[in-house]
């Protein structure tokens, strides 16, 4: 059974199960809501985004950009980079914010989505 999705959630962003907890439809749900957001911030918001190597990372790291592109949100898919980096190009790339889709170092059938502020 999934988790309750308060239990998802952890200081920048959410976490578990890929496939089961973190599912293409969370990350449309969590895209939709970081657009509501966003478009509070700019007019023209734009998100950099990236993922790590983890096989569940493309299918989720899709379903969030569609989503925040159909909010109206511009994204550059970085590609597969570091947290750390994407939140430096964040800052050097003027953009609105960032969305990495990693589970840092939890197990390889763990993923999760971070969400990265311009500061």
Known sequence: MPAQPHSLFGTDGVRGLAGSEITPELARRVGRAFAVVLREQ??????????DTRLSGPEL??????????????VV??????????CMLVGARDATAGVIISASHNPPDS????????D
């Open 111 to 118: 993923n999760g989505i971070k969400l990265v502020g311009y």
């Open 42 to 51: 700019a007019d023209a918001p734009a998100v950099l985004l990236a993922r």
């Open 77 to 86: 898919d970085c590609g597969v980079i570091p947290t750390g980096a994407l």
């Open 61 to 74: 790291a899709e379903a969030i950009s569609g989503a925040l592109r159909e909010c109206g949100v511009g």
